[in-house]
């Protein structure tokens, strides 16, 4: 049995974790930290776990979660993982972090959308837990940057088409839309009800710090730069994520090659599902699932492709993709944990 804690249970990425984790067949969940709550039983923040879990929440003190873990989940805003990773690695922890702190391989672009990195040396090693796509370099990490919801929704759709040189890298532009959730439990006017009901509206165009993210996991992927134009919006639901990603086809590719591309690379992945092509993707059909639902068009007019992809921003864009990530670094099955029933309705 794996000894899994939760540091920073209490937002909305780690109380998935703790909801996810709490059936997880091979892991027992034995420490949970907030430094809002501490002290506070878990059920009591979140009533929806009564008699579900039974854990109070404590001080993030790092020697003692050394002692009663083996894998230490970071679900922090950004900075605070960084200041914390070092000791917990030194001490033979496993951690996966759901902030951006390691996310990048390039400590300059880190530095450029988000402050200085105090654990540079750590980023070599890092790996971007990117599941379908990182796999064999998950399975022997022992530190991972999970990806943030945005980058899953638009590079899960991308990543095997860029690999194949079946589209134009310089075509790349992702309409992208997301439910309020994505932007954490803390107060603020932006996400205030009377701010965001009966509205829809973009926001950070050009500067949203999941566009060097974007980039770079797309040049890996490629071999080259990639820049390509995001646009996020923010609609007014709790959950879910949608994304419209535009491109144009590599001057020999056709439709039939992008599907069967996906197809062929996804066949082996539980949690991405090929919509059939008499329906599109909606973020109702994968609310609360770690599934990424995934649907290709062509526009007859212009010839351009269309891909279309739906995730739960708090489970494949967050919390499931974390657990799918300590499920492959710890030789569980993927799907461990994260077999939960879509809603019908």
């Known amino acids: ?73 970071t679900a922090l805003p950004h900075r605070l993982p960084m200041s914390m990773a070092p000791e917990l690695i030194a001490n033979g922890k496993k951690v996966i972090d759901l ?9 300059a672009a880190y530095e450029a959308a988000y402050e200085p990195h105090t654990a540079k040396a750590l980023l070599a090693e890092s790996v971007y837990g990117l599941s379908e796509v990182f796999r064999p370099e998950i399975e022997r990490a022992r530190l ?22 079946l589209v134009d890298v310089r075509s790349l532009i992702a309409d992208a839309k997301s439910g309020v959730s994505g932007a954490g439990r803390g107060a603020s006017l932006t996400t205030h009800m009377c701010e965001v009901n009966e509205s829809f509206k973009a926001y950070k165009v ?25 646009v996020p919006h923010l609609v007014p639901m709790i959950r879910g994520m949608m994304s419209t990603i535009y491109a144009t086809l590599a001057q020999s590719a056709s439709l039939a090659q992008v599907r069967q591309c996906l197809t062929d690379y996804y066949a082996p992945h539980p949690f991405v599902r090929l919509i059939p092509e008499d329906r599109l993707p909606d973020t109702r ?17 212009t010839g351009r492709l269309v891909l279309i992809s ?21 030789g569980f099955d993927q799907t461990d944990g994260l077999l939960q029933t879509p809603y019908p309705v």
Do not use: W
């Open 99 to 107: 902030s951006a702190d390691f996310r990048f391989k390039n400590a």
């Open 206 to 230: 050009g500067v949203h710090r999941h566009n060097p993210e974007i980039d770079e996991v797309l040049g890996r992927i490629h071999g080259e730069p990639v820049a390509i134009t995001f």
């Open 1 to 73: 049995m794996v000894r899994a804690g939760i540091i920073g249970a209490t937002g909305y990425a780690g109380a998935e974790l703790v909801r996810i984790l709490s059936t997880h067949p091979g892991v027992d969940v034995t420490v949970l930290t907030s430094r809002q709550y501490a002290g506070v039983p878990f059920d009591a923040i979140y009533p929806a776990m009564t008699g579900v879990v039974n854990r109070v929440c404590e001080e993030t003190h790092l020697e003692r979660i050394c002692e009663r873990t083996d894998v230490v989940f």
């Open 310 to 330: 739906a995730i739960d921003n708090l489970v494949k864009g967050a919390a499931g993709q974390a657990v799918q990530n300590m499920n492959l670094m710890e």
């Open 285 to 301: 059909n994968v609310r609360g699932t770690n599934f990424c639902d995934i649907a290709v068009r062509q526009d007859p007019g």
């Open 144 to 165: 991972i940057g999970n990806p943030g919801c945005y980058p899953t929704s638009i590079l899960l759709p991308l990543a095997p088409l860029v690999a194949s040189r």
